[in-house]
């Protein structure tokens, strides 16, 4: 019994679990189950600090960066709402059409540039197969080839910023940055910010992105379908269709992303600029009639930005004229933007987006509070020591901490989603393991952290039996489609990844090299 | 008239979520015209920049309770999804009443004499020129919690009904499931 009472932090987590695979709401049963064992605690000696929820709950809500993920989430619910993806994929489909596997490498595309509506992997899935796998199966494509890249494209938008998984991952390690530099002595560490984590992601997503399409094409030159695999709905596009259905939205995400990189916008500003293109396009492509809903509103901000640039160059600010076609270009953009609005309102569109759009930020900052409050009880039970103490008693230093919590993820995301992982698991494990070196022998970073968790998780998505994607994928995907194909398909794709997740391991530079070279 | 409650609950919760939707519209627009400001014409209020604070913090609480109505909270439905009714009904009652009551009580608990204190002073904000309404923001705390609180009880209230086998009330909103969030 003692025993049992001197062990209640580990007691928590694994009661936690268990609770959790009820399938009570994971937000409330994370939050309840720690309120149980802090009064077991309160009665057994232990002192749980129940005061300081007020004050991290507000710290939640007041904490100007996590604005953008309201906003985010808003942009990525419009794209979807307004049909963007599906007129995304047609359109790659047409321009892949050359390819071998084409529609296969679209779905993997489509799947990265909509990152940022992705929050969690089940949505994304359901949404990618049902739009792509009745396409992908009527166009030849083997089931297998078809589940595993629908799977994959669904989980690889977790990694490609500007997705708010890493927006949240990036809060969350940035206080544990802070405080493993405090524990070593470091009083005045340089702040990882969410771009340092958006730069980071950066390249390993591209080299995913790839890997994958490379495998698409040399499964699709072996098995060679004889130019079958096309899409059969493109046949009547044209060049200038397809401009006019990928420019615009590839463009936008590029913009958000720049903004972010270049260290011109904070992620912030760029979700709202984010949100009023994309409120552009939903509008525009309401009424593809009239050209003047997109044209105006693109046409003033081409003006700013120039009047910007302008204003750089030839050092001519505060000048008369910079301010008149400031204004100008300024009015183009928000009265085009509220045209767009306006109709969005008319039609229904913007109401049933918000709606959405509430709800999901509800969820995720549900959870958020929840795992507040677990991680504040988990704290006062002595659970930090205790992990602590684990980590570093561990045979095989860096290596040996770095695998243990790696295997302790990958096993989590059999049955938790990313976010919930994200707010319990990184607060306990990243302030010690920050303190520890590198592969390489330099101080660890929390940019390498976060990307090797994150592609980590996702390959825990993917892999089957209990992979999450597949699980949800199972439920969108026709009858005719069999469960083993399911699996088999996703099977190279973890390999795939586990490919990525090696190489991280001994060239930290891939994740590493854009925060520095853009930012220091 | 007791049958009433939980549709009373779900109603009030209903209106505080399309308050909350009203405000993360306008989180956009202040954030969109702070950028435009600072961007083009080099200017901003201190004001202005922490409106869109005020706007994410009734986005991001006032929908929570509601989202428990329409089944947006994700769960871990690897056993939950097959259950059978009655099954999923016996989990939302005891859920709702060891953790989500404990846990909306407790935040309305202990952020009441947080807020009274912000109240009290009538706390401004940390900027000289900011919004001088912080004890506004700080008061959403125990309005969530306590809407919570009673949309737990609805649920609970739902979930007993369909266990035994009152009415075939749904525990979930009609409409709610198929309609996929992103």
Known sequence: MTLLLEHLDLLMLAMSLLMLLFGYPAAFTLGGVAL????????????????????????????????????????GIVLKKARIAEDLLTALGWLFRKVPGGLSVSVTVVGALLAASTGIVGATVVTMGLISLPSLLKAGVSPRLATGSIAAAGTLGQIIPPSIVLVFLADQLSNAYQTSQREMGNFAPDPFSIADLFAAAFLPGLLLVGVYV?????????????????????????????????????????????????????????????????????????????????????SGAFILVLTQFGEALWDGSGSVFTFAVSAIGALAVAGGLFANIIVLFRNGILQNVLKSAVEFTAMVFAIMIGATIFSLVF???????????????????????????????????????????VFVVVPLVAPILLQLPMPDGSPMSPAWLGVMMAVNLQ??????????????????????????????????????????????????????WLPRYLFS | MMKQIPIVVTQVNRFAASIASTCLFFLFVTQFCVVLLRYVFDTGFVWMQELPLYFHGAAVLLAIAYTLHTGGHIRVDIFYRSADRKRKARIDAAGSLFFLLPVSVTIFWYSLPYVIAS???????????????????????????????????????????????????????????DEDLA
């Open chain 1, 214 to 298: 490379i495998y698409q094409i040399a499964v699709s030159l072996r098995t060679d379908t004889g130019g079958r695999d096309r899409s059969t709905g493109c046949g009547a596009m044209t060049a200038i269709d397809v401009w006019f259905a990928m420019g615009p939205p590839l463009a936008l995400i590029l913009c958000v992303l720049g903004a972010i990189l270049g260290g011109v916008a904070t992620p912030t500003e760029a979700a709202s600029l984010g949100v009023a293109g994309a409120l552009v396009l939903a509008g525009n492509r309401q009424l593809p009639g009239r050209r003047w809903l997109l044209l105006v509103p693109l």
């Open chain 1, 36 to 75: 149980v064992f802090a009064g077991i605690g309160f009665f057994s000696g232990a002192a749980p600090t129940m005061g300081a929820i007020p004050i991290r709950l507000f710290g939640i809500i007041s904490n100007e960066t996590l604005i953008a993920v309201p906003l985010f989430i808003v942009m």
């Open chain 1, 459 to 512: 390959t825990s998505f993917l892999t089957p039996p209990f992979g999450f994607a597949l699980f949800y994928l199972r439920g969108a995907a026709p009858k005719e489609v069999a469960t083993a194909d399911i699996y088999l398909g996703a099977a190279p794709f973890v390999g795939l990844q586990l490919l990525v997740l090696i190489c991280l391991w001994f060239f930290p530079d891939i994740a590493t």
């Open chain 1, 379 to 421: 704290r006062d039970l002595g659970g930090d020591e205790t992990v602590s103490v684990l980590l570093q008693d561990l045979p095989g230093g860096t290596l040996g901490a770095v695998l243990i919590v790696m295997a302790v993820m990958f096993a989590l995301g059999f049955f938790l989603d990313f976010l919930e992982i």
């Open chain 2, 119 to 177: 109240w009290a002073v009538m706390e401004g904000s940390a900027q000289p020129a900011g919004i001088p309404a912080v004890f506004v923001l700080k008061t959403l705390l125990p309005v969530f919690s306590l809407l919570l609180a009673f949309q737990g009880i609805a649920q609970f209230w739902r979930a007993c009904a369909v266990l035994s086998g009152e009415h075939e009330a749904d525990l979930a909103a009609p409409g709610s499931e």
